[in-house]
């Protein structure tokens, strides 16, 4: 009888392959390392700069009165401070840190140096930067605010259509196909549709308008004399009952407008009618998904912001403070007007990740939840004829054979 004690059994092993079994992980996570790159960070950059400048010109042509929508694009609107790597006392390591937390909080000249300050805008300080203007439109309308709002509104939808456009046009191959195009073909390939993102995004809000009109004439009506008022009120019932609807029509571009802008540069022959119809099947019949799937952006766009802040005011005081030592006043105290201008480089290059992250995350968030309702493959995304056709060779034409009576004849 053999004895089979003395034999090593082989235990299969068994692993995990995370990135397989959370694949929203993988393309948001992925998403972080894509938007601070220098192209992407340079780019919201020279954008937002536009975007400050037409939002001054709207101010100085139609701003009524002073409110809350004036929008100081350059600088971070978020409040928490980013994460404090030490404390500038190495002697006092925990009393330090709760003493830095509080200068800057109150910072003063006596103590230019800072090695951190506010994080970027993160995803949802970001959405709402972009939204403010349709909503503080509501607000007390006058002809002069509508004009400034329509104004700002027009302008961020033509301008971030066209960046936020480029920015997920190459973030979608890269973390759908893992390759990246050339920038020129990207500008292309987004320019070619550019007007349908546009469009995606004014189609539903001109319906929107368009059903406005309607209790605008009642109001108008309303103001006869003895019957203008009763009869208003009565043809306003059927009127109210319309909320839901136009509340609906007007979330598609509020909720989804970097959505659509993510389909039609990603779907074949996408249009705008096709972005819309996508980013709103996408946030009503998936908003569970589409939840998870922000908190988890915004999570990461909060840590991921305050690497960028540390490392930017890292490397431009170490330059400042070298400057310093040549110099007889430090940057901050001298009298040039590019004084001002350096110092907001970087706060301008702070914000620009907030926004640099925000389509690259959109971008992640779309392709989990087209994967979700149309099960479609992350690597599926329309390339374009890149490909030149090529010709047929030409094919001489065979030789005739010879009748018989032309070899009787020889």
């Known amino acids: 009888m053999n004895d089979q004690s003395d034999k090593s059994v ?86 330090g840190l709760e003493n830095q937390t509080l200068e800057s909080q109150q910072p003063s000249l006596s103590n230019p140096l800072q090695w951190f300050k506010n994080s970027p805008d993160s995803f949802l300080n970001v959405w709402r930067r ?54 020129r073909d990207t500008i292309r390939w987004v320019v070619s549709r550019w ?8 189609m539903p809000l001109s319906l929107v308008a368009l059903v406005c009109l309607l209790p605008l004439l009642l109001g108008l009506f309303s103001r006869i004399p003895s019957i203008g008022q009763p009869v208003s009120m009565v043809l306003m019932v059927p009127v109210a009952l319309m909320a839901l609807g136009l509340g609906w029509v007007a979330a598609i571009p509020l909720f989804g407008f970097s959505l659509s802008t993510v389909a039609i540069v990603t779907e074949k022959q996408a249009d705008a009618f096709d972005g819309m119809s996508r980013a709103s099947a996408y946030v009503f019949q998936r908003p569970a998904t589409l939840i998870l799937a922000v908190i988890v952006a915004e999570w990461l766009g909060h840590f991921g912001g305050s690497i960028v802040s540390i490392v930017l005011n890292t490397g431009y005081n170490i330059l400042s403070q070298s400057f310093s030592l040549g110099a007889s006043q430090g940057l901050g105290l001298t009298e040039s007007w590019l004084d001002g201008c350096i110092q907001g480089i ?37 390339m374009g004829s890149s490909v030149v056709p090529k010709t047929l060779p030409k094919i001489s034409p065979a030789p005739t054979p010879e009748t018989p009576s032309s070899q009787s004849a020889e």
């Not at 007007?195 to 004014?202: E, K, P």
């Not at 970087?346 to 392709?367: D, E, H, R």
Request: hydrophobic residues 50%.
């Open 195 to 202: 007007r349908s993102i546009i469009w995606s995004v004014v």
């Open 130 to 183: 972009y939204t403010s203007y349709p909503f503080h439109a509501l607000d007390g309308m006058t002809l002069r605010k509508s004009a400034y709002f329509l104004w700002n509104t027009l302008s961020v939808v033509i301008l971030w259509s066209l960046v936020g456009g480029i920015l997920a046009r190459r973030s979608v191959q890269e973390l759908g196909m893992h390759i990246t195009s050339p920038w």
């Open 346 to 382: 970087v706060p301008l290059l702070v914000t620009a990740f907030g926004f640099s992250f925000f389509w690259t995350a959109s971008t992640a968030i779309y392709l989990v939840l087209r994967k979700d309702v149309d099960r479609a493959e992350f690597d599926l995304v329309d």
């Open 10 to 95: 082989a235990v299969q092993k068994v692993t995990v392959d995370w990135y397989r079994s959370t694949p929203w992980w993988r393309l948001l996570s992925h998403s972080l390392s894509i938007s601070w790159r220098a192209s992407h960070l340079a780019l919201c950059a020279v954008a937002l700069l536009v975007t400050q400048a037409l939002v001054g010109v709207s101010g100085i042509l139609f701003e009524p009165e002073t409110h809350s929508a004036s929008t100081r694009w350059l600088v971070p609107e978020n409040p928490a401070p980013a994460m404090i790597p030490w404390s500038l006392d190495p002697n006092e390591w925990i009393d």
